[in-house]
């Protein structure tokens, strides 16, 4: 793909999503977020949907993204 000597992310890594996204209606990427498939390429991903969200869940739940970050680095540190 980008011609990488390992493409695997090794470090924690975090997603989070709305669950009314419309990124999700694309072919392939429900499967990629909600199953293992990302799991191949970042072993140590931690995905989290948020139900009533969309595309800018960060816009629409603010507080709410901010603790799950905050959450996130207090269990990685």
Do not use: C, R, W
């Not at 739940?61 to 680095?73: G, H, R, T």
Request: zero cysteines; aromatic letters at 12%; hydrophobic letters at 40%.
């Amino acid at each position: 793909m980008f011609n990488l000597p390992d493409p695997v992310v090794k470090v924690p890594a975090f997603l989070i999503m709305g669950g009314k996204d419309y990124v999700l209606k694309f072919p392939g990427i429900e499967d990629l977020t909600k199953g293992e498939k990302a799991k191949e390429h970042v072993p140590n991903l931690e995905v989290t949907f948020i139900p009533e969200g969309t595309h800018f869940v960060q816009e629409q739940f603010p507080s709410q993204v901010n603790k799950l970050i905050l959450d996130f680095f207090a269990k990685h540190t």
